[in-house]
């Protein structure tokens, strides 16, 4: 069954550092720890968001990577990593599947 639930929750992320890019190991949230089966898609965003500025400068736009995950339970959610923020938090967006 397909969901579409909006969570919005600052979580913490246990991640295996590749090249230039961080993948997700284990989700941590709400005292449950969630073991990460699958990355099933991921992408970066670095536009402006709903209302852009009038004059729009770089250090403006988010810096997010994307990932929808598929985890042990066969839950599937869309997280992201805030690169633009200097606590460089991982966000629990939704809840897909």
């Known amino acids: 069954m397909w969901k579409n639930v909006f969570i919005g ?3 913490k992320v246990e991640v295996e550092q590749e090249p230039g890019r961080k993948i997700p ?3 941590i949230w709400g005292g449950k720890s969630h073991q ?4 099933l898609t991921l992408w970066e ?3 402006f968001g709903q209302a852009p ?3 729009p400068r770089w250090w403006q736009r988010h810096h997010r990577v ?15 990593w805030d690169r633009s923020s200097k606590k ?3 966000v629990l967006t939704k809840q897909v599947k």
């Open 9 to 11: 929750k600052e979580i």
């Open 25 to 27: 190991k284990k989700l």
């Open 36 to 39: 990460v089966k699958k990355i």
């Open 45 to 47: 965003d670095h536009g």
């Open 53 to 55: 500025p009038r004059n």
């Open 66 to 80: 994307y990932y929808h995950v598929e985890v042990e339970s066969g839950e599937i959610f869309e997280i992201y």
């Open 88 to 90: 460089k938090p991982w």
